[in-house]
């Protein structure tokens, strides 16, 4: 049983609720509570030593990615973050100055998004490192956007570039709320998903719930630097343009749009966010399956993202 597996297993017999607008299976539970126009954003995520980063990463990294998934959750809603909870699993015997450090960059990235840490918890875990944050937030209901509304005839755009994240990038990114809020503010967007399993992984998040799929140009994929450099220097199995579609943790944003407003979309970009690369890489299609059009056609793109319990897929 993977990852996707054991949430299903565990969602399917939850109950409906009156205050849940959305539940399981998107990027954040969308609570209505009665606020006026807005929705309550809610989130979870944690990240384990040996799995998300190693014993010997800055722990100043360590904090800015724990807080910094969570924002990306936020992001791909286009929400704005209100406060965090951190909780810390920590070993018998730990080293209180890598708390401390640990924590200088959850704050230092809270700060910038103006997000204070409302409390937490501590408990002892003999395994391991442990980070998990709790964050909530709000959007206008508006503007709140999901990952079922995907239409055939779409563009498909990403924001940055993709691949070799574990080169830095995974300790170091940058969420994409203001990005996210923008895009909400000035386009009709139809689905949004940020990129934590890379896009052979989570662009099928957005194709499954509305039964449609997707084609790809594989000229279009915006490779990294780092994708390339690993894959020239060895340190890497898979092409660049495998790695850029499914190494994950590049906490990009993944988005469709009515393929009318892409012309609109990219001018609009280009001055708004000059110093971030935007990039139409797709179009959604009739069908299920993700295809990848190169140089030599039109082929169907088997390739997954990453999965906790079971090893990636490979094309």
């Known amino acids: 049983m993977n990852e996707f597996e054991l949430i299903q297993a565990l969602t399917k017999e939850l109950p409906a609720h009156q205050n849940v607008f959305i539940g399981p299976g998107d990027d954040c539970a969308v609570l209505d509570l009665g606020i ?17 980063f190693e014993p010997t990463t800055d722990p100043e990294k360590v904090g800015h990615k724990a807080l ?25 015997g730990f080293d209180p100055g890598w708390v401390q450090k640990l924590y200088a960059g959850i704050q230092r ?45 779409d563009a498909i755009f990403v924001t940055g570039e993709l691949g070799g994240s574990l080169r830095g990038k995974h300790l ?29 992984g989570d662009l099928r998040h957005l194709l499954r719930p509305v039964k449609v799929g997707a084609e790809l ?8 630097r780092a994708a390339k450099l690993q894959a020239r220097e060895g340190s890497a199995r898979k092409p660049p343009l495998l790695a850029a579609l499914s190494d994950g943790e ?38 299920s399956a993700i295809k990848l059009r190169d140089r030599e056609g039109l082929r169907e793109l088997k390739l997954g ?7 990636p897929t490979s094309s």
């Open 36 to 52: 006026p126009d807005r929705y309550l954003l809610f989130k979870t995520d944690a990240v384990v030593e040996g799995i998300h």
């Open 217 to 224: 140009l594989s000229e279009a994929i915006p490779i990294s």
């Open 172 to 200: 170091e990114f940058e969420p994409r709320i203001n990005q996210g809020k923008w895009l909400a503010s000035n386009f009709e967007l139809h689905s949004m998903i940020d990129l934590s399993d890379g896009v052979a």
């Open 250 to 287: 590049d906490f990009e944003l993944l988005f469709t749009i009515a393929s009318k407003e892409a012309v609109r979309l990219v001018d609009a970009w280009k001055k708004e966010f000059p110093k971030l690369r935007l990039s139409c890489i797709g179009k959604i299609v009739s069908g």
């Open 109 to 153: 990235l809270a700060a910038r998004y103006d997000v204070p840490i409302a409390g937490g918890e501590t408990t002892t875990n003999p395994n391991g490192r442990l980070i998990s944050v709790s964050l909530v937030g709000t959007v206008p209901k508006s503007r709140c956007i999901s990952r079922t509304g995907a239409k055939v005839g």
């Open 68 to 92: 910094g998934r969570c924002l990306s959750d936020i992001a791909a809603m286009a929400g704005d973050p209100t406060a965090a909870l951190i909780t810390l699993a920590l070993p018998s």
């Open 305 to 311: 993202g990453y999965t906790h319990f079971e090893k």
